[in-house]
């Protein structure tokens, strides 16, 4: 096994956890189920949960809600290649677990995870909710697909 979720098990796993997030009210650099989140922690969370990552305080460096729509600078890629163990294996054949990054503003700012045809995100303003991945205005931002290793 290649990939840490080729196994069914880990899937359904991860689908419990997932689900689990939705409703999470959007609160900037907040972790917390049911109380607040944002997208990059959102995702830090869930895999934490999972036993994937280990979460420490200081694991993202503290960031502006509009830091993206002025600097190019990629904090969010540079943090899941200095924690997770990951390919960029591109978007012909998305596979459940597969960790969406997409671009807003000038840099790689937004992530989601992906789980049978939609992708669960904190959305700014609205929560963690389960969307198409088909949803064009998703889509279109969509820059990288990290698959984590098993």
């Not at 196994?7 to 991860?14: D, G, M, R």
């Not at 109380?35 to 922690?41: A, F, H, K, P, S």
């Not at 045809?117 to 697909?145: C, E, F």
């Amino acid at each position: 096994m290649k990939y840490y979720f080729e196994n069914i098990e880990k899937q359904n796993k991860l689908k419990l956890i997932l689900d689990s997030w939705l409703g999470t009210p959007f609160r900037h650099q907040a972790s917390v189920k049911g109380l607040g989140v944002d997208c990059i922690n959102f995702v830090a969370k869930v895999l934490e949960e999972l036993k994937i990552l280990k979460w420490k305080k200081d694991l993202m460096p503290e960031y502006a809600p509009d830091w993206h729509m002025h600097r190019t600078q990629s904090l969010l890629i540079d943090g899941i290649l200095q924690h997770l163990n990951v390919e960029n294996v591109g978007f012909n054949n998305l596979m459940n677990g597969d960790l969406i990054i997409y671009f807003f503003g000038r840099a790689a700012s937004h992530a989601s995870i992906y789980y049978d045809d939609h992708t669960y995100q904190a959305v700014n303003d609205i929560g963690v909710v389960k969307l198409p991945v088909s949803d064009r205005m998703w889509w279109k931002r969509k820059r990288y697909n990290f698959r984590i290793l098993a």
